[in-house]
């Protein structure tokens, strides 16, 4: 690959080292790539991020992202509009909570470690195709990246300058940092709390993490008309928050996937991959569209992406739309029974509250999606055949009481 004046070339350059981009840029810079890590922002910075992590990163990273846990998570505190509150707790973990300064900046280290040269607060500005790579130019100057990588979240410059047109769906999200110092964490050790009437189509959320409390409205399958509206109104409803005064919210776009954003047609482009360019994480609007959850589909993507990214190299008969194609399996196939299992949750929200204590099994069963053990697929085949055999024992119950 010609090198320009002035220009330096890398094997890959990465944009945004979030979750998603730290993690793929390890990935290619331990496998001998040359990797450019771009970031505008200089680590640690704070995000405002409810920071969950579901149990299953247990099975795509190594254990020594621990070291930055600050909550093991092993039940939900289940509540609607602030009230009639349980809870569902199991016996190992389900989710971990961070903060996101100190895990992306421990990424962030690691991908360092094993050789990406990491570019801190330095902003690219445009990226251009050419016949045998992209030319990315930033505020301190330009770079040949024979792939890019766009890890550069919701409003992800590299999807609007590199794939025109692509589709999106962003969900309004506010949330606030409450520092607790000391004092016993809400709603308990070891729990978390949704509130899945606090909104008109999504949830609420309360996440412990170390002396603080990340506290957050989101709308899933609608629009908030007033979002700040909605949150003051959630504080002022759930009384465990009654003895502190809760900082004003931030407010962040949440890219939920949408049935647009993955075409089922397996032909089609799902707008993931365009020449030497590919979207990870948030950019590829690659967030669970039923709590939202994205870091985890972060990381795994960033994994994907660095998987077909090193098999071309490896294997010139290989193409980048084989990233497409994983996302494809993997991530959308779930994301599409995650979507219509939202909808059924915030359509009746009060409904699917009212039964989740005669269905604590199906909320257990749950609890194994978040620790992979089982897929949403799985999940939602058992979960309707639980539900339908329960209908059938009240039936016959009803039938020997006449």
């Known amino acids: ?28 810079s331990r496998a001998g790539l040359s990797v450019l890590g771009l970031d505008k922002a200089t680590h640690p910075r704070y995000k405002v991020c409810g920071g969950g992590l579901s149990a299953r990163i247990d099975r795509i990273l190594e254990d020594d992202y ?84 766009g890890a550069d979240g919701a409003n992800s410059l590299v999807a609007q300058q590199l794939f025109p047109g692509r589709q999106s769906r962003r969900m309004a999200t506010l949330e606030s940092e409450l520092a607790i110092g000391p ?38 399958c609608g629009s908030l008309a007033s979002p700040k509206k909605t949150f003051d109104q959630f504080v002022r409803d759930e009384k465990g928050l009654a003895p502190w005064q809760v900082p004003q919210p931030a ?18 482009s799902v707008g993931l991959v365009s020449g030497r360019a590919l979207l990870v994480g948030d950019a590829g609007h690659l967030v669970d569209p039923l709590f939202g959850e994205g870091i985890y589909y972060a990381v795994r993507s960033g994994q994907l992406a660095a998987e077909s990214i ?16 994983a996302v494809r399996r993997e991530i959308y ?22 039964l989740m204590p005669r269905y604590q099994n199906i909320i257990m069963l749950y609890y194994d999606v978040l620790r992979g053990r089982e897929t949403y697929q799985t999940f939602f085949a058992r ?6 055999s329960s209908f059938k024992e009240l039936l016959l119950e009803a039938v020997a009481l006449r």
């Open 251 to 268: 407010g962040h776009p949440l890219p939920l996937f949408s049935e647009q954003s993955g075409a089922k047609d397996y032909r089609e």
């Open 310 to 325: 090193l098999d071309q190299v490896h294997d010139r008969r290989r193409s980048l739309a084989d990233y497409e194609e």
């Open 383 to 388: 979960a309707k055949y639980v539900i339908k």
């Open 183 to 220: 004092a016993p964490l809400y709603p308990g050790t070891g729990r978390v709390l949704i509130d899945i009437g606090a909104t008109p189509k999504g949830y609420a959320w309360i996440f412990p993490k170390q002396e603080r409390l990340s506290i957050g409205v989101a709308e899933i």
């Open 66 to 149: 621990k070291s930055v846990v600050e909550h093991t998570v092993y039940g939900v505190q289940f509540s609607y509009r602030g009230a009639d509150p349980f809870s569902i707790d199991s016996s190992s973990p389900i989710a971990y909570m961070v903060m996101r300064d100190r895990f992306d900046h421990f990424l962030v280290e690691k991908a360092r470690r094993v050789g990406t040269e990491v570019h801190q607060g330095e902003q690219a500005t445009s990226y251009r195709q050419l016949s045998d790579s992209i030319e990315v130019t930033t505020v301190r100057g330009r770079y040949l990246a024979k792939a890019l990588i």
């Open 1 to 28: 690959m010609r090198t320009l004046p002035d220009v330096k070339a890398y094997d890959a350059v990465v944009v945004g080292m979030g979750p998603a981009g730290a993690t793929a840029a390890y990935q290619l």
């Open 333 to 354: 196939e779930e994301f599409r029974v995650a979507f219509r299992m939202a909808l059924i949750v915030y359509t009746f929200p009060r409904l699917c509250h009212r």
